[in-house]
């Protein structure tokens, strides 16, 4: 069941997705090369909590840790440790605040240091597919609408756009119906009102869009090819004013 959140509701989740687009900002100082993922992790647990949130990912379904650290070939749900971060890294980090009774979920891919220009292409393209299907994100448009701006830019650009992860709705729950693959048909699925908050991550890979789950950890998710990947999400709520951004800074 998709559940519409009410105008005070959304105030609410856009105070919790303050606390998240901050936490990023904070990461984003100190991503750089020598820093273990399992700091930042304790860097971005500490903010949190100090602004009245709870990390939402610390302990959901058994997960360890209080944000999702992801370098280079690693799509998501990477666990935090003693994986220190190199000059020409990139690393995908997913952030999640439970703000008020609901959650907030944004991630972003940040480079340390200079990266390749094909690297440098597909975090492009992969943030311009982010904000394609923002663009969709207002009544009247579908599902399929928003899969599909992803979808059609980033394969018009050689890129792979993975199909066995998808968005998803978010609120008192950090997932939610609906479920929203990152491709698919414009006009088709079901029809967005005003209300509706999706969590829209576009996935995309510079290969193929098959992925390989690591079977030591069960969380860690490459790409099977060993390609770079890249991530990014906003927490997106839909308005008669069009989409309203709530993990914006």
């Not at 997960?63 to 995908?92: K, Q, W």
């Not at 990014?232 to 914006?248: F, K, N, R, S």
Request: proline content about 5%; glycine content about 12%.
């Amino acid at each position: 069941m998709i559940v519409r959140k009410s105008r005070g509701e959304l105030d609410t989740m856009r105070e919790g997705g303050r606390i998240t687009a901050g936490c990023h900002a904070m990461l984003a100082e100190n991503v750089r090369a020598g820093v273990t993922t399992a700091e930042l992790d304790a860097l971005a647990d500490e903010y949190i909590r100090e602004r009245g949130g709870t990390p939402e990912f610390k302990g959901y379904q058994g997960f360890p840790a209080s944000i999702c650290a992801s370098p280079n070939s690693m799509i998501v749900h990477g666990i935090p440790g003693p994986y220190r971060l190199e000059e020409g890294d990139t690393i995908s980090i997913d952030v999640g605040t439970r703000y008020g009774g609901f959650v907030t979920d944004s991630a972003w891919t940040y480079r340390v240091g200079e990266v390749s220009q094909e690297v440098e292409g597909l975090l492009n393209t992969t943030r311009e597919c982010l904000a394609a299907a923002t663009e969709q994100m207002a009544p009247g448009k579908r599902l399929g609408d928003v899969g599909h701006a992803i979808q059609s830019l980033a394969e018009s650009r050689g890129y792979g756009v993975v199909r066995d992860l998808v968005s998803h709705g978010v609120g008192r729950k950090m997932h939610e119906d609906p479920q929203l693959p990152n491709y698919g048909d414009p006009g088709t699925g079901p029809r967005l009102l005003t209300g509706m908050v999706l969590a829209v991550e576009p996935m995309i890979t510079l290969g193929t869009y098959e992925i390989h789950i690591d079977q030591k950890d069960g969380w860690s998710i490459y790409t099977a090819d060993g390609s770079p990947a890249a991530h990014y999400e906003h927490t997106i709520a839909v308005t008669e004013d069009g989409p309203w951004v709530l993990t914006e800074a």
